[in-house]
């Protein structure tokens, strides 16, 4: 069973920054598709980023140029750094995971693990 916590959310003024991270514990790290999504209050949750080894990250383009995944595997971790932040980034960053590394990573119901999520609030 692997347990995933978030950290590092808050509130940023628009423009800011911010590094969200997400342990990974219980389960073989480095095995895992590791994703980040986001739910803003009265929305769906969405798709924000993926850590992809062999055809490179993948992003919504909505935080295309701005955000930036990656994953320390000896740490267990992967990491969201998010720059020029917009108050339309407001939302709960939630992180995933599976074990299927090459499947659609658009696809919320094929991750077997869920944070809790962090939030971010972007004011103007």
């Known amino acids: 069973q692997v347990q995933l916590v978030e950290s590092g959310g808050g509130l940023v003024q628009a423009g800011g920054s911010l590094r969200l991270s997400c342990a990974a514990s219980g389960g073989s790290f480095s095995s895992y598709a590791m994703v980040w999504f986001r739910q803003a209050p009265g929305k769906e949750r969405e798709f924000v980023a993926a850590?992809?080894?062999?055809?490179?990250?993948i992003y919504a383009e909505s935080v295309k140029g701005r955000f930036t995944i990656s994953r320390d595997n000896a740490k267990n971790t992967v990491y969201l750094q998010m720059n020029s932040l917009k108050p339309e980034d407001t939302a709960v960053y939630v992180c995933?995971?599976?074990?299927?590394?090459?499947?659609?990573?658009?696809?919320?119901?094929?991750?077997?693990?869920w944070g809790q999520g962090t939030q971010v609030t972007v004011s103007s």
């Open positions: 850590f992809n080894w062999s055809r490179g990250n």
């Open positions: 995933a995971a599976r074990l299927d590394v090459s499947g659609n990573y658009y696809n919320q119901g094929s991750y077997n693990y």
